[in-house]
């Protein structure tokens, strides 16, 4: 879904700004709604699962609850990268499920006004861009804004989770 010059990823009025955590992944900045952040932590161990999927690492103990993490990089089809000590688990909530997310890096906290989103471009029927809110102007560089809840409620070949 893409968003109009008048509304925003939450659906709000024009004129009020909205708030991602960004990140990178690679050379390139993503976002997400930081409402939906619960919290980051440097990487720690996890724990693997068999017959998972290549993007889940496996899951860790946060507190009581058991968090599925997944490489975003792997998730994109991105080259693996060492994890050193930047490399850090977003920790977010999808409905009623919390799930880990594996970045490179955080970066900053992005106000979005309306005028500098811009919709996902259409890349062609061979490209999924479902799980793209948009993208953001932020100065000279572009924030591809992701829809947490399709990135992370699906499996990688589009379908809806099981």
């Not at 690492?57 to 490489?71: A, E, F, S, Y």
Request: proline content about 9%; cysteine-free.
């Amino acid at each position: 879904m893409s968003y109009g010059p008048t509304t925003n990823p939450r659906g709000d009025a024009a004129g009020e700004s909205s708030q991602f955590l960004t990140f990178r992944l690679a050379d390139e900045d993503y976002g997400v709604e930081i409402l939906r952040v619960q919290e980051i932590k440097g990487y720690s161990k996890v724990t693997p699962l068999p017959n998972t999927p290549p993007e889940v690492k496996g899951v860790m103990n946060l507190r009581g609850t058991v968090v599925p993490i997944l490489d975003l990089r792997t998730r994109f089809g991105l080259p693996g990268a060492e994890y050193d000590r930047f490399t850090v688990v977003i920790v977010v909530t999808v409905g009623p499920k919390v799930v880990g997310l594996v970045v490179d890096a955080v970066s900053d906290v992005l106000n979005v006004a309306p005028a500098e989103l811009v919709p996902t471009p259409d890349l062609g029927a061979g490209v999924d861009t479902s799980f793209l809110t948009g993208m953001a102007r932020a100065g000279d560089r572009l924030v591809t804004l992701l829809n947490i809840d399709r990135l992370v409620g699906a499996t990688p070949d589009g379908g809806p989770a099981a």
